[in-house]
T-cell receptor, first 114, second 116 residues
């Protein structure tokens, strides 16, 4: 069974600074996908970024980028130029290729301070 | 607006009540999910439907009963719930397995359920 771990329950960052959220996972699969989802106080879970395990290049989406280390089973999220609207819970998630179950980590609560 | 709508947004019910949660997706997706989100716990998968057929039931108690009448609608029928069932219930959809980009979930805003 796959598991996803996020070791930082809470983090804070000053506006305009950079922050990195950690995620590790455990799987015996070789083909899979990793995600970061954001859940602001509105409760809407929003996809931030997606990584395909067979791609060595790290995914980027504007201010969001990942550091994917497949051998270490690590998938961290870097947020550059943090904005107040980035305040939210961030969940790391995993699904194996053609899998049915997205497995989520426990989340990291990020607060961006003015 | 992500194309997945859940109603009601909030629900308070007694342990002897019967209620239903509704989810509707306007994205043309083939798979729909119910997740339970409790405080300080990871999201727990409850049910998965693909093309209206249940493909996974994660040992959920029978007091939760899903229904998927078509690929756009998903219900969760609730009866004789317990206080520990109080949580945020999230519905999600995805294009479906084998489809390009299927590994992506689109969520509704959830129903915050309180069982008294």
């Amino acid at each position: 069974a796959q598991t996803v771990t996020q070791s930082q329950p809470e983090m804070s960052v000053q506006e305009a600074e950079t922050v990195t959220l950690s995620c590790t996972y455990d799987t015996s699969e070789n083909n899979y996908y990793l995600f970061w989802y954001k859940q602001p106080p509105s409760r809407q879970m929003i996809l931030v970024i997606r990584q395909e395990a067979y791609k060595q290049q790290n995914a980027t989406e504007n201010r969001f980028s990942v550091n994917f280390q497949k051998a270490a089973k690590s998938f961290s999220l870097k947020i550059s130029d943090s904005q107040l609207g980035d305040t939210a819970m961030y969940f790391c998630a995993f699904i194996k290729h053609y899998g049915q179950n997205f497995v989520f980590g426990p989340g990291t609560r990020l607060s961006v301070l003015p | 607006e992500t194309g997945v709508t859940q109603t009601p947004r909030h629900l308070v019910m007694g342990m002897t009540n019967k209620k239903s949660l509704k989810c509707e997706q306007h994205l043309g997706h083939n798979a729909m999910y119910w997740y339970k989100q409790s405080a300080k716990k990871p999201l727990e998968l409850m049910f998965v439907y693909s093309l209206e057929e249940r493909v996974e039931n994660n040992s959920v108690p029978s007091r939760f009963s899903p229904e998927c009448p078509n690929s756009s609608h998903l219900f969760l029928h609730l009866h004789t719930l317990q206080p520990e069932d109080s949580a945020l219930y999230l519905c999600a959809s995805s294009p479906g397995w084998g489809a390009q980009g299927n590994e992506k979930l689109f969520f509704g805003s959830g129903t915050q359920l309180s069982v008294l």
